[in-house]
């Protein structure tokens, strides 16, 4: 998380439109197949571009219940025509599981076992005890050889480069690669010809040697939580299923007084509070939940959320609520988010719904510190991405405000599909979140968004938007008859024609939470 806040300071410090990076924030999306379909590294420009949050738990969710044959074909009908017959319909979903702990050292063990090529980007990977003929393939190793545009892709072949850290020690003549990681590891600064002399004399007695391998070595194999806790029906995300296992076995998983969740950085502005404080209130209703729904023992009374805090990652203590918070919380947000249903109709399920709701969350939890954006900057930023003439990082961090919220309503509704709590509240709650789209479609860019909003006009949405804007804010947007160039693109994003609408707070906080909402981050500032 560290390495991830550095690459956003770095970013944030560079001017908008002066990176590399942002020269292309404004061009649509568009994939060379050519260099899709060919190996190469990530282009120097993009190496220092902070990683999305979402990425493995969008990943995981598609392979499990989004790509089957229909889906595959309709992503794939413009570039391969190539029969889908022999696929299964959800070809991937039977062999896509989430694991303890961490993902290399159980792909090393699978490997070890049975062989197989691990797929990845980590050469770390090269470093665990593999077997005799476990090995990894890089992704950028990756090339189509004898395929294109106008071919149906039935010659081509995949080719890729696979390393087995067996046959590299017998080639270069040592017990095995770790010794020459560790070596490395003490002198990088050291040629190759070097090193492997070195390696060849490791002392694995050291406690230096000891301690350095002590991350590579692979543990006992934990299955579906060893009858300690059931396992969900529905898959958890991969922030929930730590806290899961940490509840499960908790000296295994577990270390300090309490359970812990990493909130990965936000693609947001470094210089502002971290966005992450939208949504609290939904997140900590979802601890309590299932903190509740378990035997006294097993439970809890606080979670700890590893977030940005300005220039520093920090732990930053939820306090878990007892029953009655969690009924009057529970109560709060079926009413909250009914009525918001209720504003949008028939559209409630639509991902409209739910980012129109998410920027009137943020909104909502801003509106005594800030002035409120009129109606004309709000249809900018729905039909532009910006509210301003051009993109700042005031737009940017309101993408990752309202992604924020939106992510943790998901993990509401998770962790609430994961506990048996009874009663009409989670029933009517349960409903209402059902309709919370998958991730990659809550999660989408904001080139994506934008482009949508020629539909959102045609389906009234402006309309529902500004009615749910006055229901939960107290007054609808001021229409501003202003020219773009006469609006405001500072780092606040508001015009001082704006009107600052005090809000009717819901049921009473929770000690340590805040009566706010909020939506999420996107994969890319694209």
């Known amino acids: 998380m560290e390495k991830s806040r550095k690459r956003l300071e770095l970013l944030r410090s560079q001017p908008l439109g002066t990176s590399a990076v942002f020269s292309h924030l404004n061009d649509g999306p568009w994939v060379d ?23 493995v738990s969008a990943v995981f969710e598609d392979l499990k219940f989004r790509w089957n044959k229909k889906n595959i074909s309709e992503a794939v009908s413009s570039t391969l025509s190539a029969s889908l017959n022999d696929f299964e319909d959800y070809p991937w979903a039977s062999i896509t599981v989430m694991v303890p702990g961490e993902a290399d050292a159980e792909c090393a063990r699978i490997a070890r076992r049975s062989g197989c090529a691990i797929l990845t980007n980590d050469s770390d990977l090269l470093v665990y005890n593999l077997g005799t003929h476990g090995s990894v393939v890089f992704f950028n190793s990756i090339e189509i050889d004898g395929w294109s545009c106008d071919d149906s892709g039935e010659s081509a072949e995949i080719k890729a480069m696979r390393l087995c850290p067996a046959w590299l020690s017998l080639r270069l003549g040592i017990v095995n690669v770790q010794h020459y990681a560790y070596e490395l590891n003490r002198a990088p600064h050291l040629g190759q010809t070097e090193l492997i002399q070195r390696s060849r004399s490791t002392s694995e007695e050291t406690s230096e040697y000891r301690l350095f391998t002590k991350e590579y070595q692979i543990g006992p194999c934990y299955g579906p939580m060893q009858d300690v806790l059931q396992w969900p029906a529905q898959p958890l995300d991969t922030r929930l299923s730590e806290i899961y296992w940490q509840y499960g076995i908790h000296g295994i998983f577990m270390s300090g007084e309490a359970p812990h969740v990493y909130l990965g950085n ?34 809890f009374t606080s979670i700890y959320e590893y977030v940005r805090r300005g220039g520093r990652i920090a732990a930053v203590r939820t306090t878990l609520g007892d029953s009655e ?10 009413e909250h988010l009914g009525m918001a249903q209720a504003t949008f109709h028939d559209h409630s399920a639509s991902p409209t719904f739910w980012r129109a709701f998410a920027l009137c969350e943020v909104y909502n939890a801003r509106v005594m510190q800030d002035c409120l954006p009129d109606a004309g900057q709000l249809r ?21 405000e309202t992604r924020a919220l939106l992510y943790s309503l998901r993990m509401l509704k998770q ?21 919370l789209p998958s991730l990659h479609i809550l999660m989408r860019s904001r080139h994506e968004i934008t482009r949508e909003y020629s539909n959102y006009i045609a389906d009234g949405f402006e309309d529902r938007f500004f009615c749910l804007w006055e229901q939960m804010l107290g007054a609808r947007p001021c229409q501003v008859q202003s020219s773009v160039k006469q609006l405001p693109h500072g780092s ?35």
Request: net charge positive.
């Open 492 to 526: 606040t994003g508001s015009t001082g024609s704006s009107k600052l609408v005090p809000v009717k707070q819901g049921a009473g906080c929770y000690e340590g939470h805040q009566r706010s909402s909020n939506i999420y981050e996107f994969l890319t500032l694209s």
């Open 266 to 299: 936000l693609n947001e502005d470094h210089a502002k509070k971290c966005a992450w404080e939208q949504g609290r209130m939904y997140r900590s209703l979802g601890y309590s939940i299932f903190n509740a729904h378990l035997s006294v023992p097993r439970r």
């Open 415 to 435: 962790l609430l599909g994961a506990s048996d709590y009874h009663g009409g509240l989670a029933a009517k709650l349960t409903t209402i979140l059902s309709g």
């Open 380 to 400: 900018r930023f729905f039909r532009l991405g910006h509210m301003g003439e051009k993109l700042e990082w005031s737009d940017i961090h309101l993408f990752a």
């Open 325 to 334: 918070w969690i009924e009057a919380e529970m109560e709060y947000v079926c």
């Open 33 to 55: 197949l050519k260099k899709l379909f060919c190996s190469r590294s990530l282009p120097t420009r993009y190496k220092d571009f902070p990683e999305s949050p979402f990425m």
